[in-house]
């Protein structure tokens, strides 16, 4: 059988997704940072209200529409506002816009494991960043970065769930000479934000998600926060209607409805907060957590092994094979109930 792709594309894996299981009634899904709760009320009211007919036709191609309610909601103009189909198409439009092939792009690791696809993809340089022993930033990071186009971080972090202080953050913006990516897709678990290191510095961007903590992973609609110089070159990169008209209906509800957002983010830091001193109280190791999942060292068995045990009692969380990471399981916060469910089983198989 011959090769048809290129050879950069065909040497590599690719990203391995979380498990999505089809038949979901008996498992409890704890794997992918997902929301247990519904979406707004005023997401069903949208749907119901949506003119199906209108569908015969193209969107508005910057889903402006978001982008108007998103600027009302973040006190950012809508110039600087650019969307995409969930904040993985905006990862990919950065990598296009800021790297050539052959160029080095730095990111921390452990961080979100499709950085280093995105590198390889884009035919990029990779530059890993390793992060500290406890997972902090190391304090040569600028120097390692050196002359990366582009250096991107998640704060919170994935997927051990911790933050990194802000003025490290504001101090790394001032002095790197490249474009600085905050990927933010956990922030509204978390006690702090960069957004505004948007209006400080030309070279910072700040990207969220609708996907976790409003309950919308299955909508695909990502945020991207910049000036509008690094918006303007990125809006050439993107698919010309990279946002569809439902998305964009649905998605101005979403938004709209902060009441209920805050309520989500509330239920889900209480139910955090719980779990993670049951599990301490098991003699498990727990990271300090500002997302929406634990990322926990068990007290008795490996994290592979008990990953298995899990999963067999139908209970999924995340493992990675990864090195750092490999001793570690990463819960994604459920409801209280589902919680208890995952604590009476981890219990009895942590022995
Ligand atoms: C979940 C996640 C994303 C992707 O979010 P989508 O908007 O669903 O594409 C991006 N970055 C990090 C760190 C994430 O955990």
Known sequence: MPIYARPSIHAIAGYTPGEQPVGLSKLVKLNTNENPYPPSPAVQRALAEFDWQAMRLYPEPTARPVRETAAEVFGIPASRILCGNGSDDLLTIALRTFVDAGQPFAFTAPSYSLYPV?????GAVQRPIELDPDFGLPADLLEQAGDARLLMLARPNAPTGTTFPKEAIRDLCGRFQGVVWIDEAYADFADDDCLDLVAEFPNVVVSRTLSKS??????????????EPLIDEMLKLKDSYN???????????????????????RRIRATRAATAQALRDLGCAVLP???????????????????????????????????????????????????QEFLDAFQRLDQ
Do not use: K, W
């Not at 409003?214 to 000036?227: E, I, S």
């Not at 209906?249 to 805050?262: G, I, K, S």
């Not at 007290?299 to 750092?324: C, K, M, N, S, T």
């Open 118 to 122: 995105l590198a390889d993809l884009q």
């Open 214 to 227: 409003y309950a919308l992973a299955g909508l695909r609609l990502g945020l991207a926060f910049a000036q």
């Open 243 to 265: 946002v569809d008209r439902l998305t964009q209906a649905v998605a101005v509800a979403a938004l709209a409805d902060q009441p209920y957002l805050r309520e989500l983010v």
């Open 289 to 339: 957590s500002q997302t929406n999942f634990l990322f926990v060292h068990p007290a008795h068995r490996p994290a592979a092994e008990l990953f298995q045990a899990l999963r067999r009692e139908g209970l999924i969380v995340r493992y990675f094979d990864l090195p750092r990471v490999r001793d570690y399981i990463r819960i994604t916060i459920g409801t209280d109930a589902q919680m």
